[in-house]
């Protein structure tokens, strides 16, 4: 019969079988079918019922159907703690499986309450006891489960710490080349990239990427964006020869096994270009530029975001090398598409909108750029508040602006109000206030000019 526990037995093994060879829709129907029967034979506690609602529920995540999936495994969690209580490790895994899912939705408080519960229920247990064996293996990964959670939360602090502990860890128990340990290392450098320790995020990468190599080969993709992530940092570092170097030497593997049209291929390319821009290469960059936005129009269409951040990072070339009227041209043609697509006021269109300012003040067409960089102005100004970065770039564009129009007491205020802002924020010593009061003086004084 359809209901007996052997068809049930069967229909599971095939929705594994299902599972295993990619056939997930197959395989969510036949574990709701099984998970169904078993809650009406044999009750939402029973351990084979529980077993089918934990293959769909992880059918379900990995469908996409994430909602469904954690209300299923919340029911499955509450279960496990009546029947086998806080600490047993079958309770862990489901709040391991379940904070997953939450992670999955964006709800990484939530993610990070379970990994903090699962952690605690193995403590209690003696799992910290046994970090030599199985119950460390588990505790390490539920640890690495919480930095995650953290970091996506933005408390980059205490996922940053959390990582290093289980890097010291898997060093300890495993040794440095062990993939556990380099992808510990992977995990932990663009924590300390976004904390502002380059030089320890570069250590790392350097360590990742000689284990990649050593175990993979310099040409697997692994290796290569290790290398890549290096060759970023260092850009960001001011070593942008290295990074060159390495960007180089990126560009060329994508390109021999993806082919020149590739995300990554592009990916590759333009950290290259940014790259040679540093350098001041800017006719190189520019080639770039050029090679991303024509392999970006023909794959993606005129209007797709990435052409058109493109076509603004053309334009920038394009301004540094004196074209004035191409660079023009691009930046009316990204200002118009984002005022399409995202309206007006859109930080993107704002963008666009500064950048088209900063050329036609270039070309001497002052007039418009001032109107367009009071329009950006009072748009930032309104939406970031009168201390943010961009605001405070929107002011010095309109005072240089200003100041062409031969106005240097409207210029001299905008400065002043710069000033300000940041002696309030940087203090009265730190070089970027130094060279706005230079500005101040200049346009004050204009035989300091």
Request: hydrophobic share 40%; charged share 30%.
């Amino acid at each position: 019969g359809r209901e007996h526990p052997d068809t049930q037995g069967v229909r599971l093994s095939l929705a594994s079988t299902l599972r295993g060879s990619g056939d997930l829709p197959g395989a969510r129907d036949l574990y709701r079918q099984v998970f169904a029967s078993r809650e009406r034979s044999l009750g939402p506690d029973h351990r084979d019922t529980l077993a089918a609602g934990s293959g769909l529920a992880w059918v379900l995540n990995a469908l996409g159907e994430r909602e469904e999936a954690r209300d299923l495994y919340r029911r499955i969690l509450e279960s496990r703690k009546r029947t086998l209580g806080e600490d047993h490790a079958d309770t862990a895994a489901v709040r391991e499986s379940l904070a997953r899912v939450h992670a999955a939705l964006g709800e990484h408080a939530a993610a990070a309450d379970l990994y903090r519960e699962a952690l605690a229920s193995l403590g209690g247990t003696g799992g910290q006891a046994g970090t030599e064996g199985l119950a460390g293996a588990g505790i390490l990964e539920l640890k690495e489960g919480l930095a995650r959670a953290l970091a996506a939360g933005g408390d980059r602090e205490a996922a940053r710490d959390l990582y290093a502990e289980t890097l010291a860890e898997h060093d300890r128990l495993q040794g440095p080349r062990h993939p556990d340990a380099v992808s510990a290392a992977w995990a932990l450098a663009p924590l300390l990239r976004q904390l502002g320790d380059l030089q320890g995020a570069r250590a790392l990468l350097e360590r990742v990427l000689a284990a990649r190599e050593e175990l993979q080969g310099g040409e697997h993709p692994d290796a290569l964006a290790a290398r890549e992530a290096l060759a970023y940092t260092l850009d960001l570092s001011g070593e942008r020869e290295a990074a060159r170097d390495h960007y180089a030497a990126v560009l060329a593997a994508r390109e021999t096994a993806l082919g020149p049209a590739s995300r990554e291929t592009l990916a590759a390319r333009a950290g290259l270009a940014g790259a040679l821009a540093g350098l001041g290469d800017h006719a190189a960059a520019r080639n770039h530029w050029e090679a991303i936005l024509a392999a970006r129009e023909e794959s993606l269409g005129p209007e797709a975001p990435e052409t058109l951040a493109a076509a603004s990072r053309l334009a920038s070339s394009l301004n540094a090398l004196g074209d004035r009227e191409a660079a023009r041209d691009l930046c009316l043609r990204v200002l118009s598409a984002r005022e399409k697509a995202l309206g007006p006021e859109a930080p993107e269109t704002l963008s666009a909108a500064s950048q088209l300012a900063f050329t036609l003040n270039a070309m001497g067409d002052r007039e418009a750029a001032r109107d367009l960089y009071r329009r950006v102005l009072a748009a930032r100004e309104s939406a970031l508040g009168p201390d943010h970065g961009d605001v405070n770039a929107s002011r010095a564009g309109l005072a240089a602006a200003l100041r062409g129009l031969g106005d240097n007491e409207g210029a001299a205020s905008l400065y002043r109000s710069i000033l300000e802002s940041r002696e309030r924020i940087l203090g009265p010593d730190h070089p970027d206030t130094e060279a706005v009061r230079r500005a101040l003086d200049a346009a004050t004084d204009p035989f300091l000019d």
